[in-house]
């Protein structure tokens, strides 16, 4: 899987929605998160992202490993309950986040 970091938190900038061919990245309060059972691993997200926020799961960065289980536990009983959706859609946006995001200190923009 693909996984979103820190560095979209507060930007959002939102270029890797329209990327995705199987729409498996959904939007919180304060970033985006992949499935990691919907993603395919086409990469496009990666190539596309302003601030490279987003990194394949093999190629994390040590620092950036804990962001595999926010991304993960999004999607559970920690946070959403959605499951696998199988799609990202109007029902499955939320300005919930993460506790890791939801307690990131905000960014100076
Ligand atoms: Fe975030 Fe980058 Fe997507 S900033 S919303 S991961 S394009
Ligand atoms: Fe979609 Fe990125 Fe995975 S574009 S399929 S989330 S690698």
Redesign the pocket.
Known sequence: ??VITDACIDVMDKA?LP????D??YEGGRTLY?HPDE????????TVCPVAA?HADDRLPAELTPWLAVNREFFGPEVTRWGSPGGSDARHRTEQDHPVVAGWPARNK
């Open positions: 899987t693909y890797c990327a995705c061919p199987v498996c990245i992949i993603c395919i691993d086409c990469g496009l997200c990666e987003i």
